[in-house]
């Protein structure tokens, strides 16, 4: 539509392609690992179908990763979304922060409380939504999580100073 502007882009936030390749390379090789173990030397066939689905399931959670590292995300003055559309977050939902060192928050990340709990869902390691909470971070660099949390702080006060 004409006249229609894209809300400005304050901040973004990609996996680096070093962590992705790291991490979707061992989660592969822990998954291929296991399924030769299966087959090479299993106790008994109970053992044997459990280390199966195991190999499956760490197959499997490395092409979600891979998918997922893919994604971008970005912050505007109204939400935190994936660039593409997905929304993670509305900035005026935000109640909270948890950046510290003993906070429960992804790798090189950060955990944002949310006023009301929206649906679960998982990109792993780029970020998770469950109820109130949001935890970005993981197989991103620091620096950008770190300058993404700081604007969000920022917004924060400048709400809470201004009501």
């Given amino acids: 539509m004409q ?32 399924i030769y173990v299966a087959f090479l030397t299993p106790p008994s066939f109970g053992w044997r179908m459990f280390l199966i689905a195991l190999g499956v399931t760490a197959l499997l959670v490395a092409d979600a990763m891979r998918r ?10 109204t939400e935190l979304r994936e660039r593409g559309g ?6 005026d939902n935000i109640i909270g922060i948890d950046r510290g060192a003993f906070a429960f928050k992804p790798s090189n990340g950060f955990l944002l409380r949310l006023d009301t709990p929206d649906a679960r869902k998982w990109r792993p390691g780029l970020w998770w939504r469950v109820g109130r909470r949001v935890g970005v971070g993981g197989m991103t660099p620091g620096r950008q ?14 709400r809470e100073a201004e009501g």
């Fill in 68 to 77: 997922s590292t893919g994604h971008v995300l970005e912050l505007t003055r």
């Fill in 3 to 34: 006249g229609e502007t894209e809300p400005e882009v304050l901040a973004t936030v990609q996996a680096s392609m070093g962590r992705r390749v790291l991490g979707i390379g061992m989660l592969g090789f822990l998954g291929v690992l296991v």
């Fill in 145 to 158: 999580t770190k300058y993404m949390a700081e604007i969000i702080a920022v917004m924060l006060a400048e």
């Fill in 86 to 91: 997905l929304m993670i977050a509305q900035v």
